[in-house]
């Protein structure tokens, strides 16, 4: 997955803990989006963003917080980590939505993840 | 988001056709139907997607029925590696922006 850079790939943290995870992309996309993988439930979409300096609540955002300061970066936080937040993350971007008039590729590059315990 | 259906697991013989199910009764006209598949431990990995017509490039067939409530992935001829959970999403067209919402996939297993 060449694009889609993620930081760091594990990482153990203590209850009560912060963390941040960085997402980065070369490939000038302008959407970015980050999902946690647990066993048995599938991806499910935390936060996202349609552009630089814009983020918005996914499927289950409690507990994080993100930023996209630069078009090309995208940070998860833990303010406050919680054992409930052991899993594997993953960042993903994609271009922007062209309808289907003019065609397009809208497919999303996914990161390698990240693997985060907290104890 | 319309929401899709897969069947948990299914097995493939190596060398075989396999052929993916979703179903995806509520989706609406702009709504196209995407396929990721997930090798263990890895990113999810685009392979195909389309609107109504059937769709083939180099990995996989995209099969979409008329009325496009359901869809089959193709993998023409399996290998070991093809094992991985595939996902069968559609993708959310609503105010500007495009949301990929992930099921639970099927995990399929390739056999040798």
């Known amino acids: 997955n060449a694009g889609v850079t993620q930081t760091p790939k594990f990482r153990v943290l203590k209850t009560g803990q912060s963390m941040t995870l960085l997402c980065a992309q070369d490939m000038n996309h302008e959407y970015m989006y980050w999902y946690r993988q647990d066993p048995g439930m599938g991806l499910r979409l935390i936060h996202y963003?349609?552009?630089?300096?814009?983020?918005a609540k996914g499927e289950v955002p409690d507990g994080y917080n993100v930023s996209r300061l630069k078009k090309q970066n995208f940070l998860l936080g833990l303010e406050s980590a919680a054992p409930s937040q052991t899993s594997v993350y993953f960042c993903a971007s994609s271009y922007f939505e062209i309808t289907e008039r003019f065609g397009g590729n809208t497919e999303a590059f996914f990161g390698q993840g990240t693997r985060l315990t907290v104890v | 988001d319309a929401k899709t259906t897969q069947p948990p697991s299914m097995d493939c013989a190596e060398g075989r056709a396999a052929n993916l199910p979703c179903n995806h009764s509520?989706?609406?006209?702009?709504?196209?139907v995407y396929w990721y598949r997930q090798i263990h431990s890895q990113g999810p990995q685009y392979i195909i997607h389309?609107?109504?017509n059937n769709e083939t490039n180099e990995m996989a067939s995209l099969i979409i029925t008329e009325d496009r409530k359901s869809s089959t992935l193709i993998l023409p001829h399996a290998t070991l590696r093809d094992t991985a959970v595939y996902y069968c999403i559609v993708r959310s067209n609503s105010g500007g922006y495009q949301k990929v919402t992930f099921g639970t996939g099927t995990k399929l297993q390739v056999i040798p």
């Open positions: 963003s349609v552009g630089e300096g814009t983020t």
């Open positions: 509520t989706i609406s006209g702009n709504e196209y």
């Open positions: 389309g609107l109504k």
